[in-house]
């Protein structure tokens, strides 16, 4: 795989939220980088920080939630340092999210069609909303909505999940963002449905070359769908690897106990292996490395410093005392 240059970089990303009960330190020191092109998965258990370091990179982290250190860099602009009317030109035109749940990301009291010819009029003064019905009609057509002119005038109740999911995406495509960020976009859906808006977003990340970050706890979908793989755990990138590299040789234990929770298909494996404990309280998470408490390699250094991401073979990034 040939990458293109660098598209987005995190660096030392630190998100806290500031609850009655403590700082919940959601993301912490994280590094990042994306390249032009590329469709990159972001793996993890549920509650380790994948959609709010996204949401961090759009600025938009709810409250009690607050970027309190770090640099966003995309396309060569630092996004921490525009003002929000600046910030609000680039979501949706340079950078698009695809939501988790669509029933919560499309507006109940308006059309399908309505939404995302108020998308394309809001982020275009010079486009008319004769112009803006044609543009949407074409991408209702593009994301294989059934009846797609009849669809247009239909209210979000209406449409099934697939459809409502496919309607989020063609909302998110329709100002050709150069950064699409799907989190989790078939969660809510059965699993035939699934593998179309998977093949779906493949085909649309292809035909147009956008870059694509994938969030995911799907082992399945990463292996079918990205090129680069970052594995978080509790705040954190443990490792980033290339995608046949990462499940061919694994180095973290918590990536290797991710893998080895999940069945084989070409294999028989007579019984699956858990990863023992719970991830940790982030309001007083453990000291050095996070997954310390439930790491079977632990070491005393393991308990008092945390362990950098170093590149420990080409491409191939790990943050463990064992490397």
């Known amino acids: 795989m040939n990458l293109g240059e660098e598209l987005l970089r995190i660096e030392d990303l630190s998100v806290h939220f500031f609850t009655y009960a403590g700082v919940v330190r959601a993301v912490e020191d994280l590094n990042l980088t994306v390249m032009r092109g590329e469709v990159f998965a972001l793996v993890g258990e549920t509650g380790c920080g994948k959609s709010i370091t996204m949401r961090a990179v759009l600025r938009l982290v709810p409250p009690p939630g607050k970027i309190v250190k770090g640099r966003i860099i995309f396309d060569g602009i630092d996004l921490l340092k525009l003002s929000e009317e600046e910030m609000r030109k680039i979501r949706g035109s340079e950078i698009a999210m695809v939501f988790q749940d669509p029933n919560t990301a ?31 009609l074409k991408l209702f057509k593009l994301v294989d909505i059934p009846e797609a002119e009849k669809r247009l005038h239909s209210y979000p109740h209406e449409l099934s999940g ?10 998110a495509l329709s100002l050709n963002p150069k950064l699409l960020i799907a989190d989790e976009p078939t969660t809510a859906l059965d699993v035939t449905i699934q593998a179309q808006i998977l093949k779906l977003l493949k085909e649309l990340q292809e035909k147009y070359n956008v870059t694509l970050i994938m969030i995911t706890h799907n082992l399945g979908v990463v292996a079918e769908m990205a090129d680069r793989v970052a594995v978080m755990y509790a705040g954190s990138i443990v490792e980033i690897a290339d995608v046949f590299e990462l499940f061919e040789n694994p180095l973290h234990p918590y990536t290797r106990g991710l893998l080895g929770a999940i069945p084989s298909v070409t294999k028989r494996v007579n019984r699956l292996t858990p990863i023992p404990g719970t991830v940790p309280n982030m309001i007083n998470p453990p000291s050095g490395c996070k997954f310390h408490p439930r790491c079977r390699y632990s070491k005393s250094i393991c308990k008092l410093k945390k362990p950098e991401l170093k590149e420990v073979q080409s491409g191939h990034f790990v943050a ?4």
Not at 163 to 171: D, L
């Open 106 to 136: 499309l507006d109940p009291l308006f059309t399908a069609g309505y939404q995302v010819v108020e998308t394309l009029v809001a982020h275009n003064k010079k486009v008319g909303i004769k112009d803006a019905w044609k543009r949407a």
């Open 162 to 171: 697939g459809m409502k999911q496919r309607v989020v995406i063609s909302i």
């Open 320 to 323: 463990c005392h064992l490397y």
